[in-house]
């Protein structure tokens, strides 16, 4: 079992940005695939990034591309959203998602793909 944090939501003015971070207390994540999904109140769960364990690989959403970009840091087992030029639309509850992969250079975006979840942090982003 994994257990994910997420932590660094908050409310900004649109064209603010954020930095969100996932960890996983006394769990390594370096052999974990991670990505973030958000959810918006009415809506379904969307993918937003994902990154490969080795870091070499990343893939975002086309609505958040140019902006949004995911990291990791393997020695900190920890993994970064970094958010910038924030829209209102942007506003959703973010959640970390976790897989573990032998391959380094795999990263998935359904949501099915990953076996373990944080409990999600709001982000709320004001016009």
């Known amino acids: 079992q994994v257990q994910l944090v997420e932590s660094g939501g908050g409310l900004v003015q649109a064209g603010g940005s954020l930095r969100l971070s996932c960890a996983a207390p006394?769990?390594?994540?370096?052999?974990?695939?991670m990505g973030w999904f958000r959810q918006a109140p009415g809506k379904e769960r969307d993918f937003v990034a994902a990154?490969?364990?080795?870091?070499?690989?990343?893939y975002y959403a086309d609505s958040v591309k140019g902006r949004f970009t995911i990291s990791r840091d393997n020695a900190k087992n920890t993994v970064y959203l970094q958010m910038s030029s924030l829209k209102p639309e942007d506003t959703a509850v973010y959640y970390c998602?976790?897989?573990?992969?032998?391959?380094?250079?795999?990263?998935?975006?359904?949501?099915?793909?990953?076996?373990?979840w944080g409990q999600g942090t709001q982000v709320t982003v004001s016009s």
């Open positions: 006394g769990r390594t994540l370096s052999n974990y695939a």
């Open positions: 990154i490969s364990t080795s870091v070499t690989r990343t």
């Open positions: 998602a976790a897989r573990y992969s032998q391959d380094d250079s795999m990263w998935w975006r359904g949501g099915t793909e990953y076996s373990y």
